[in-house]
Structures are given as C-alpha cells and as structure tokens.
C-alpha cells in the first residue's frame, strides 16, 4: 500500500449533526466526493456527503453523527492514498529528482518542498531554492527548470 498523503485538516464542527469544516491542502475536489474514505488518527472516515463553505468544506462523515463526536475531530489532519494521474506531478513525487537548467546543467537533487504563498519552492541539496513557477518539464527523473540569470550564484 503507497504511504497516505496529508490532504486537509478538520478546522472544527459545525452545527449538531455531526458535519465539520475541512480546508483541503489539495486543488483536487474529488477528494471530498461522496463515498470516499479518508483516514485520521482515530480510523477511516467515509464522506457521505460535502459543500463549499468560506474557502473550505463541510462535510458530513458516515461515522460521526453528532456534534460531540464531530468535536473530537477539531485539527485532525485528514489523509489519502496518492491519485494516480499520469498528467499531474505530486509534491511527493518531486523528492528526489534531478533540476536542470534547459542547457542542461544540473542543479541538484530535490530534498523538499516549501509552502510559498507565490509559488511553492524546491530545495535543492545546495540549499538553493527555486521557485515551482520555473519549472518547464519533466522527463523521467529530471526537471527541466528556465531561471533568471544569477539565481544559483553564490554572491
């Protein structure tokens, strides 16, 4: 079995039905869906139902059926198996590989990725980042990034 990837949190509950307020960490809906299970430290949740509320989710699950069971939820984060989808590329994915420049001048591996509220960035085992908003392509194990001039300087 692949390893659970974070894909929200449970903010709080709302209302006395047992539904909570999620902020998904993913651009992927589908995730919210009817019948879809997420897991949590206490176990797996089925979504029986979810809408859009103030930036974030509702969403009602098959096992918890009141407030105070959706209370205990508050700030769990919320997991999934990866998406298998050969047109996107995962942050986990990116761990790893290679940067190069479009001369093809390698860079580095990938040892993270930061949140950045303008683009995410990858670290580099340098300790450069460089900002996923340069990336042009990927093939195979590489990322083919176009930077500004200096940007892997030293100075």
């Not at 509320?53 to 407030?67: G, K, L, T, Y």
């Amino acid at each position: 079995m692949p390893p659970l990837l974070e894909v929200g949190r449970i903010d709080r509950a709302h209302g006395i039905r047992g539904e909570v307020v999620v902020t998904l960490w993913t651009n992927r809906a589908e995730r919210l869906e009817a019948g879809s299970v997420l897991c949590a430290d206490p176990g797996e949740f089925t979504v029986a139902g979810a809408r859009p509320f103030q930036h974030r989710w509702i969403v009602q699950f098959a096992e918890v059926r009141d407030r105070q069971a959706a209370e205990s939820l508050r700030g769990q984060a919320l997991k999934a198996e990866p998406i298998v989808d050969p047109d996107e590329l995962w942050v986990h994915d990116l761990i790893g590989m290679m940067v190069c420049e479009n001369d093809g001048t390698e860079r580095g591996r990938v040892e993270a990725v930061q949140a950045n509220p303008a683009s995410d960035l990858l670290v580099l085992e340098s300790g450069a980042l460089v900002p996923l908003t340069f990336l042009l392509e990927h093939t195979g194990d590489r990322l083919i990034v176009d930077v500004p001039a200096g940007l892997f300087d030293d100075s």
